[in-house]
């Protein structure tokens, strides 16, 4: 990936300590039942989530919160950073452990609108939620499946609740240990196509122009979205706990945002 003909836009080193800025992220918390069966809370305690020595780590633990038997914690930019298009790319070290399913992905500001804000700027009311509205997952990696990298867009035509996300999904075995040392994950987003990165090397590309229908239904990749960094527990995709390998945690060295010059 050549970078000569982008900037640098946004970017969060954590270099400070304490809470991550609450400038440039928020918190989602609750400990009602998330999407995908997920068995984790999401706090915004000092236990699941904190800054310290340069990093930003993200732990999921073995802990009752209402009828949640973990915590975690998911944070995000909504309404304080959203782009349309760039190069994106962040320094992490994965968990391992079976049941964790750290991840780093995107949803359109669009959503965090009323619909009365949302008809202002043109967005259609059957565009409005998921899967139709769109969702960038830059990576997701799941501990049964721990050399594995998990690389996917979900829109009206490819999503899983239809079982036919294999269009824009793909499962990429890594050489590298991912649980063991930082790596860097990068996707470079334009109007035509979506290209993800490992360490520098592209993983797979997918292209608007290689699906048949070019509508909105199977690329709503075209409007402001915001970032998302959470580990969930087990659910759908996170399979079984093996609850002696907890605490799961995912340590973020630094997050960068760059768009065209």
Known sequence: MDLKDYKLVWEDNFDYEGQPDPTKWNFEVGNHQWPN?????YTD???NVFVKDGKLTIRAIKEQDGEREYTSAKINTCGKASWIYGYFEFSAKLPR????????WMMPEHNSMSE??????????ENRNWPNCGEIDIIEHIGRMENHLLFSLHCKNHNHANKNTVSYTTTRKME?????DYHIYGMEWTEDYI????????CCRYSKADDP??????WPFCKPFYLIINIAVGGGLGGSVDDTRLPFELSVDYVRVYQKK
């Open 213 to 218: 229908d070019r509508s909105h239904d199977s």
């Open 45 to 47: 305690r000092p236990a």
């Open 176 to 180: 590298d240990d991912l649980c063991a």
């Open 195 to 202: 290209e993800y990165y490992v360490d520098g090397k592209s």
């Open 37 to 41: 069966r997920e068995l984790q809370a």
């Open 97 to 104: 452990g079976l049941g964790s399913w750290p991840a780093v």
């Open 116 to 125: 009365e804000e949302q008809e202002k700027i043109g967005i259609a009311p």
